[in-house]
T-cell receptor, first 115, second 116 residues
Framework: AQKITQTQPGMFVQEKEAVTLDCTYDTSDPSYGLFWYKQPSSGEMIFLIY??????QNATEGRYSLNFQKARKSANLVISASQLGDSAMYFC????????????FGKGTKLSVKP | KAGVTQTPRYLIKTRGQQVTLSCSPI?????VSWYQQTPGQGLQFLFEYFSETQRNKGNFPGRFSGRQFSNSRSEMNVSTLELGDSALYLC???????????????FGQGTRLTVV
């Protein structure tokens, strides 16, 4: 079974600073890309960013970027200029290309942004 | 455009009862997936439906079932409820064509089920 590791159960960051959330996954299938989702206390999962398995460059989306190291099977999320509204749970989910219908999530990292 | 809508938002049921949860996907999305989220087990995939057919199924007992209608709306049913079924149930919809390409999954706000 697919194993996803998010080693940081909780993280603190000062407002306006950058923070990196770790994610590693265990698959030998080269067709796997990776999703990151944010879950605020309201419960809804919010899509942040996706890295396709064959993308040549690291994905970026506004203040979010991925440090994707395919050989290491890691895709760390970098949030720049943290805002108080970034406080939430963050989940990574590897996904076989086109198979986002059955995502397997990591345990998540709880990010707290301090004013 | 409207997002994924889940009803009801909150539900309290008694052990042994059954429950039906509803999910209306984003217009045009044909894939609907269900997830269970608990503090102990985290987010776990239940099943995925595409064009009224169950495409994938997670590792859950047969008490958990689902279906999808021709308009892509989906329901999941849990029979003979147990205390451990208390969880946040999330539904997600996505574009998913036969070519295998697609986009991200969009989630609803979930239904919080409490079994007493």
């Amino acid at each position: 079974a697919q194993k996803i590791t998010q080693t940081q159960p909780g993280m603190f960051v000062q407002e306006k600073e950058a923070v990196t959330l770790d994610c590693t996954y265990d698959t030998s299938d080269p067709s796997y890309g990776l999703f990151w989702y944010k879950q605020p206390s309201s419960g809804e999962m919010i899509f942040l960013i996706y890295q396709g398995s064959y993308d040549q460059q690291n994905a970026t989306e506004g203040r979010y970027s991925l440090n994707f190291q395919k050989a290491r099977k890691s895709a760390n999320l970098v949030i720049s200029a943290s805002q108080l509204g970034d406080s939430a749970m963050y989940f990574c989910a590897p996904s076989q290309e086109g198979s986002q219908g059955n995502l397997i999530f990591g345990k998540g990292t709880k990010l707290s942004v301090k004013p | 455009k409207a997002g994924v809508t889940q009803t009801p938002r909150y539900l309290i049921k008694t052990r042994g009862q059954q429950v039906t949860l509803s999910c209306s996907p984003i217009s045009g999305h044909r894939s609907v997936s269900w997830y269970q989220q608990t503090p102990g087990q985290g987010l776990q995939f239940l099943f995925e439906y595409f064009s009224e057919t169950q495409r994938n199924k997670g590792n859950f007992p047969g008490r958990f079932s689902g279906r999808q209608f021709s308009n892509s709306r989906s329901e999941m049913n849990v029979s003979t409820l147990e205390l451990g079924d208390s969880a946040l149930y999330l539904c997600a919809s996505s574009l998913r064509g036969f070519e295998g390409l697609g986009t991200e999954a969009f989630f609803g706000q979930g239904t919080r089920l409490t079994v007493v």
